[in-house]
Structure formats: structure tokens, C-alpha cells
Nanobody, 117 residues
């Protein structure tokens, strides 16, 4: 079973920055894609940014130009740099991983990001 451990959430003022990290343990299947999703109460979990197995990046429309995603394959770690944060970015951010290009998902426990106005 793959385990994902997130860190870096917290409280920040609007316009500020935060960096999230997620490290993956190797399970039965080899992870070949990692990324981030977020969720607010009463809403569906939505894509923030993720790598595909081909190495390309998908971004959610609301974060384009403000967030960047990077990875360290040797450490099986993915990072989310969040800049120009807005109150509407407040959510629980979940690390996600997949071994089959997002047909199946593994999830982290989530980390709270709160942006104050």
C-alpha cells in the first residue's frame, strides 16, 4: 500500500506564499505520477496540479500562473509552490499519486491551507 505524507500547510495572508511537500513510500505498485488536489466543505475535490506519466503537467484553471509543481524523483517527493494566494484558495490540500496515469488514485491525509483576507 502506498503511503503519502504531506507537510507545509498553514495560515497565510492574502498575497502570500506557501510550499507544500508530499513524500511517497513505495508500495506494491510503482508510482509514476503525483500531484495535488483540494477540497472545501460541500464541494467536490478538484485538481490543483499534477504530473502525468509522460511528464506533462495539468493545472486547475483557478491556479494557473500562480502555482507551480515540481518533483524530486529520487526522493519520490512532489512539491506545490503557491504564490499570490487568495482567500478562495482556502481548502484542504490532498497529495495524490497513481501507478497507472490517474486511472487509480492514492491519497494523502490532507493538509489545511487557510488564506486570510
Amino acid at each position: 500500500q502506498v503511503q503519502l505524507v504531506e507537510s507545509g500547510g498553514g495560515l497565510v495572508q492574502a498575497g502570500g506564499s506557501l510550499r507544500l511537500s508530499c513524500a511517497a513510500s513505495q508500495g506494491i505498485y510503482s508510482i509514476n505520477a503525483m500531484g495535488w488536489y483540494r477540497q472545501t466543505p460541500g464541494k467536490q475535490r478538484e485538481l490543483v496540479a499534477r504530473f502525468t506519466t509522460g511528464g506533462s503537467i495539468n493545472f486547475g484553471d483557478s491556479v494557473k500562473g500562480r502555482f507551480t509543481i515540481s518533483r524530486d524523483n529520487a526522493k519520490r517527493t512532489v512539491y506545490l509552490q503557491m504564490n499570490s494566494l487568495k482567500p478562495e484558495d482556502t481548502a484542504v490540500y490532498y497529495c495524490a499519486a497513481s501507478h497507472d496515469n490517474w486511472f487509480h488514485y492514492y491519497w494523502g491525509q490532507g493538509t489545511q491551507v487557510t488564506v486570510s483576507s
